[in-house]
C-alpha cells in the first residue's frame, strides 16, 4: 500500500514568517500535486512537479520534487492571512492514474 | 465556465433513507470520482469511473452505489444511509495526467 506522510498536520504562524510543509513516502511516483482547500470549498490545484528535482515557483510559494521523486515541499516566504488554508499533496502512481493523498497541513496565518 | 457542480450543497437524513448526489462537468473530462473527506482521516476514494459507462471500487466503496451513463454526469447514491456516511463529499474530474477539478461538496448528516 502506498502512503504519503504530510507533516505538520497542523501550523499557526504569525504573519510574515515563514514555513515549510512536507510531503514524504517510500514510493516512487510519476508526478505530485499540489492543492489548497478553504472552509466550505473543494481542493484547488496549484502545481504539479513532474521531474526529480524540479522546483516550481508561484509567487510567494516555492514548491520542490525530491531528486528521487519520493518526496516534496511546500515553502511559503512571508505568509500572509489569505494563505490561510489546508494544503494537501497527492502523489501520482507508477502506472496508472490514481492519486496517493496526504492528510493535509491545516495552515493558519494570523494578522 | 462552471467546472463540476454538485448538487445538493446540504442534506440530513435519516438512517434507512436514501439519496443521490448528483455531479456534471463541462470540461469534457474522461475520468470523475467520488470522494469522501473526514476529519483527521482526509479524502477516500469511494468509486471512480475511466469513461462513459465504466465505474470502479475506490478505497471505501461499501453502502454506495455509482452510475456514469453520460460522460458528463456521475451519480452517486446511498441505499439505506447509515450514521457512519456522515460526511462532506467531494466529486472531481480530470483529463490524466492533469490534476484534478473538484466540486464545491455536498455536505451530508445521517440521524
Known amino acids: 500500500t502506498q502512503l504519503l506522510e504530510q507533516s505538520p498536520q497542523f501550523l499557526s504562524i504569525q504573519e510574515g514568517e515563514n514555513l515549510t510543509v512536507y510531503c514524504n513516502s517510500s514510493?516512487?511516483?510519476?508526478?505530485l500535486q499540489w492543492y489548497r482547500q478553504e472552509p466550505g470549498e473543494g481542493p484547488v490545484l496549484l502545481v504539479t512537479?513532474?521531474?526529480g528535482g524540479e522546483v516550481k515557483k508561484l509567487k510567494r510559494l516555492t514548491f520542490q520534487f525530491g531528486d528521487a521523486r519520493k518526496d516534496s515541499s511546500l515553502h511559503i516566504t512571508a505568509a500572509q492571512p489569505g494563505d490561510t488554508g489546508l494544503y494537501l499533496c497527492?502523489?501520482?502512481?507508477?502506472?496508472?492514474?490514481?492519486?496517493?493523498w496526504g492528510a493535509g497541513t491545516k495552515l493558519i496565518i494570523k494578522p | 465556465n462552471a467546472g463540476v457542480t454538485q448538487t445538493p450543497k446540504f442534506r440530513v437524513l435519516k438512517t434507512g433513507q436514501s439519496m443521490t448526489l448528483l455531479c456534471a462537468q463541462d470540461?469534457?473530462?474522461?475520468?470523475m470520482y467520488w470522494y469522501r473527506q473526514d476529519p483527521g482521516m482526509g479524502l477516500r476514494l469511494i468509486h471512480y469511473?475511466?469513461?462513459?459507462?465504466?465505474?470502479a471500487k475506490g478505497e471505501v466503496p461499501d453502502g454506495y452505489n455509482v452510475s456514469r451513463l453520460k460522460k458528463q454526469n456521475f451519480l452517486l447514491g446511498l441505499e439505506s444511509a447509515a450514521p457512519s456516511q456522515t460526511s462532506v463529499y467531494f466529486c472531481?474530474?480530470?483529463?490524466?495526467?492533469?490534476?484534478?477539478?473538484f466540486g464545491s461538496g455536498t455536505r451530508l448528516t445521517v440521524v
Open positions: 497527492a502523489g501520482v502512481a507508477l502506472g496508472n492514474y490514481q492519486l496517493i
Open positions: 514510493s516512487v511516483f510519476s508526478s
Open positions: 470540461m469534457n473530462h474522461e475520468y
Open positions: 469511473s475511466v469513461g462513459e459507462g465504466t465505474t
Open positions: 512537479v513532474v521531474t
Open positions: 472531481a474530474s480530470s483529463y490524466p495526467p492533469e490534476g484534478y477539478t
